[in-house]
């Protein structure tokens, strides 16, 4: 009893919001368990903005964020293609290519997209600067399971090694509708910018699972 007690009390820790300003969490080795489960209030969504940060060596293949519901394990996925300059976006399991960006190997990035049911597009924002918007259509999201470090292909499941991240991850939010351009650019300058309002990196509600690290952001000297 006291144990079923203690187990209770640190899911219970596990589960309740946390502030994350000025950290991030470090995914240090390739795994195909590794992962953050992040928890959102709602459970349905015409429309989706999410915005990250993150910082990598990898040259394959790998998924930045993973949100899948039971019919469509890629409902929304945001996924680093191994060609070097290609980032996918997929909605309701349905993909667009965006070449040409200029991502960089051990720089940290800013990473947003966007889709909505209604027009059914998507578009990537890399480091504040927006790519041209693409159609894949896509049903709302019901039901939705969020995993970081892993990509899912099934709901809350279905992990890959070959599709694993390594390497740092933070400011992680999202939104349930479009942000306009200018919120966008807050988000990159760290600006006013208003917090996901379903996922808000200042109150995370997250569980992890296997080696990942919750560290303090600054990586370098800052100076005295
Ligand atoms: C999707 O959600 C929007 C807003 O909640 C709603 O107006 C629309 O009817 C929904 N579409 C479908 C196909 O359920």
Request: aromatic share 12%; net charge negative.
């Amino acid at each position: 009893m006291a144990f079923f007690l203690l187990l209770v009390m640190l899911t219970g820790c596990a589960a309740s919001p946390q502030d994350l300003s000025g950290k991030m969490f470090t995914f240090p080795e390739e795994t195909k368990t590794a992962h953050v489960r992040l928890t959102t209030p709602t459970q349905d969504f015409s429309a989706v903005t999410v915005c990250l940060r993150s910082i990598t060596d990898l040259s394959r293949k790998y998924s930045l964020f993973s949100l899948a519901s039971p019919t469509a394990s890629n409902a929304f996925l945001i996924y680093k293609n191994s060609e070097s300059n290609v980032i996918d976006l997929y909605a309701g399991d349905k993909m667009a290519q965006f070449g040409a960006q200029d991502y960089k190997l051990n720089m940290w990035h800013f990473i947003c997209a966007t889709w909505d049911s209604a027009s059914g597009l998507v578009q990537l924002w890399l480091d504040g600067k927006p790519s041209i918007k693409k159609f894949v259509g896509g049903p709302n999201i019901t039901r939705p399971i969020v995993i970081l470090g892993q990509e899912q292909d099934s709901h809350g499941g279905g992990f890959d090694i070959k599709d694993s991240f390594v390497g740092m991850m933070s400011d992680v939010h999202m939104w349930d509708y479009i942000l306009s351009p200018c919120e966008i650019q807050r988000y990159v300058d760290d600006l006013n910018f208003t917090p996901g309002n379903v996922l808000n990196w200042r109150a995370l509600e997250f569980q992890t699972t296997g080696r990942v690290l919750i560290e303090n952001k600054e990586m370098t000297c800052q100076g005295v």
